[in-house]
């Protein structure tokens, strides 16, 4: 039986997914979707899948489910969470305001602000408080007590990868890990543009230290505490253009560094994030935008069988 998927595309300043109605797709098979549609030479192309699907929770008005590109389910993401209010607002799904998510991370508050043509185009996200035990990131980084925090912890860089890859980038020996309900691993630098980031960001993500992966910043903060340039691999999907939680973790990382003010605009190839962390007891802020780039059908058993014409995956 042939099954055809009408989903929507979106980004938030370039992070880029493709957004179904989870409550019209209930037996669809979401991790082997986002695999077939993600590829950007003989599919759709996206960062993955993320389907905005009825809550399990009487404490939510909706859940949404994030798939990356090779088809493991994550726990949040930032820019993808701002879509998914702008997804349900504009097709009458939810008008609350603001509107109560249910993700891997816990339910989190997103308010929406409508733009000239009435419909969501940026939101402020309550990403919620950041994790910093050791274990509970999780990472299991040698010689460090499962509840210590890894804040400037010194590494060898060699680790992950050939002698001198840090070099043009200035990369500093060392990281600091933060979790916002998913792994982060910041690394401070001069020139975020200069690091290898096709080459490192796998050897990062599946490094021992990293039981359940992890995603990598490469970031440069200041000269002006309120800014920083980053970059990211992220986990599942490889270099993208922005990462909501990232600069999440990467404005609780430069606080906890003495690097950064409280309130951070964070630069992303994609394009720019307002973060805020009030107190490290706090909830992280961010706020940006939501964008819609287009809507469409895709005939999935067709589109695995000229993924497997071409060698691109097996599904």
């Known amino acids: 039986m042939t099954i055809t998927m009408r989903f929507t595309k979106m980004h938030g300043i370039g992070n880029d997914y493709l957004y179904i109605d989870g409550a019209k797709y209930a ?22 899948l993320i389907a905005v699907c009825p809550s399990t929770r009487t404490d939510a008005d909706l859940r949404m489910r994030m798939f990356n590109a090779d088809g493991s ?5 930032g820019n ?11 097709r009458g799904i939810s008008a609350k305001n603001p509107l109560r998510i249910e993700t891997g991370r816990g339910v989190l508050e997103v308010a929406w602000q409508r733009g000239s043509d009435g419909k969501v185009a940026n939101a402020s996200v309550m990403m919620g408080a950041p994790i910093l035990e050791h274990h ?7 010689g460090v007590a ?7 912890h010194t590494i060898d860089l060699a680790r992950f990868g050939p002698a001198g890859w840090w070099h043009d980038a200035k990369v500093e020996p060392h990281m600091t890990l933060v979790s916002m309900g998913n792994p982060h691993a910041i690394f401070c630098c001069d020139d975020p543009a200069k690091v290898p980031l096709e080459l490192i960001g796998p050897r990062i993500e599946h490094d021992a230290w990293f039981p359940s992966r992890i995603n990598a910043h490469f970031v440069k903060f200041g000269p002006d505490p309120s800014r920083a340039l980053m970059r990211t691999w992220e986990r599942g999907s490889g270099i993208t253009l922005a990462c909501g939680t990232g600069a999440s973790a990467v404005c609780v990382a430069g606080v906890l560094l003495d690097t950064c003010d409280r309130t951070l605009h964070a630069q992303l190839p994609g394009g720019p994030l307002r973060l805020e962390w009030p107190s490290n007891e706090a909830s992280v ?13 895709v005939d999935l058993d067709a589109l695995a069988e000229t993924l497997a014409h071409h ?3 097996n599904v």
């Open 80 to 90: 993808g969470i701002r879509c998914v209010a702008k997804f349900a607002v504009d």
């Open 311 to 313: 060698g691109v995956l």
């Open 73 to 77: 389910e994550g726990e949040m993401c």
């Open 27 to 48: 037996s669809l098979d979401l991790a082997r979707a986002a695999k077939l549609v993600s590829d950007r030479h003989f599919a759709v192309g996206s960062d993955g």
């Open 146 to 152: 499962p509840t210590a925090h890894l804040i400037k």
């Open 285 to 297: 802020c961010m706020t940006g935008p939501a964008t819609q780039s287009f809507e469409g059908e």
């Open 136 to 142: 509970l990131i999780p990472a299991r980084v040698d």
